[in-house]
């Protein structure tokens, strides 16, 4: 089972359960048989059955009877569109990610924070798009990623204590902070510096700059980063510095009037 799943194994309730069932089908990636689903679940085949059975019948998984398997259903499509619109800085942001890839000519993330990970919620190609595993909908890890550094560095202390504690330190690559005490240190810089980098940590070849979105008073919305290829594009990306934070800026400004949730 899949780290993010099996970190929910522990809700309570009929909805949790109902919830874990749903991360074990999404983070497949595949159509699964009930059988791999009974595989990956802790819960009582009986209940698991029943369960299953509920969330077909309201749409939020989709049983093909020829394959006897079961995906994601399209009312979660309706759900994330909702959830996009009224909790993502996405809306809000799109023009000024626009405008500022059109500007430095490098691929944009927007990212938010989601149970200490990062969820990206958009991303803008450059003219010659870098081949990478963010793409908006997808969670990475808050540890490796600029945008996950930036984020955690301008948490309230105890919030940050707490979501660095939940990091997996995986070494994803050689340059990969695997220690609190290394990621703790490089939050201090990032939280001088005002920007945060990614300089390999997450996938070889790929280094990013990146900018938390703050409310004025300090409350982390979400991270702005640039990304491109190559260790020597570090000395480049710094250079965008000052679009990088006058773009934050921009999004922070037109979120003041956003109800987001806490």
């Given at each position: ?35 791999e689903l009974q595989a990956a679940s802790p819960l009582p085949k009986a209940t698991l059955y029943r ?27 309706q759900l994330a569109h909702a959830a996009w619109r009224q909790s993502s800085l996405a809306p809000i ?17 927007l990212a938010q924070l989601d149970r200490a990970q990062v969820l990206y919620v958009d991303k803008r ?138």
């Amino acid at each position: 089972m899949n780290t993010q799943s099996g970190a929910r194994e522990g809700a309570d309730g009929t909805v949790g359960k109902a919830l874990q069932i749903m991360d074990i089908v999404a983070d497949a990636g595949r159509p699964l048989r009930f059988s791999e689903l009974q595989a990956a679940s802790p819960l009582p085949k009986a209940t698991l059955y029943r369960l299953v059975q509920t969330l077909t019948s309201q749409g939020m998984l989709v049983y093909d009877c020829d394959r006897q398997t079961y995906t994601p259903g399209l009312r979660l499509v309706q759900l994330a569109h909702a959830a996009w619109r009224q909790s993502s800085l996405a809306p809000i942001a799109r023009p000024h990610i626009d405008a500022l890839s059109a500007e430095v000519g490098e691929t944009i993330h927007l990212a938010q924070l989601d149970r200490a990970q990062v969820l990206y919620v958009d991303k803008r190609n450059a003219v010659r798009p870098v081949e990478m595993y963010s793409q908006a909908g997808k969670v990475g890890p808050g540890y490796c990623t600029g945008v996950g550094k930036a984020m955690l560095a301008h948490l309230p202390e105890t919030e940050r204590q707490a979501a660095v504690r939940m990091q997996a330190f995986y070494p994803h690559t050689p340059n990969t902070i695997t220690s609190v005490e290394a990621l703790e240190a490089e939050l201090e810089t990032i939280r001088t510096e005002g920007v945060s980098f990614d300089r390999e940590e997450h996938e070889p070849g790929i280094v990013c700059i990146a900018a938390p979105v703050l409310t004025p008073g300090g409350r982390v919305l979400g991270a702005l980063s640039i990304t491109t290829a190559g260790p020597a594009g570090l000395e480049g990306l710094a250079r965008h510095r000052p679009a990088l934070l006058r773009t934050a800026g921009e999004i922070a400004a037109a979120a003041e009037t956003w109800q987001f949730p806490s």
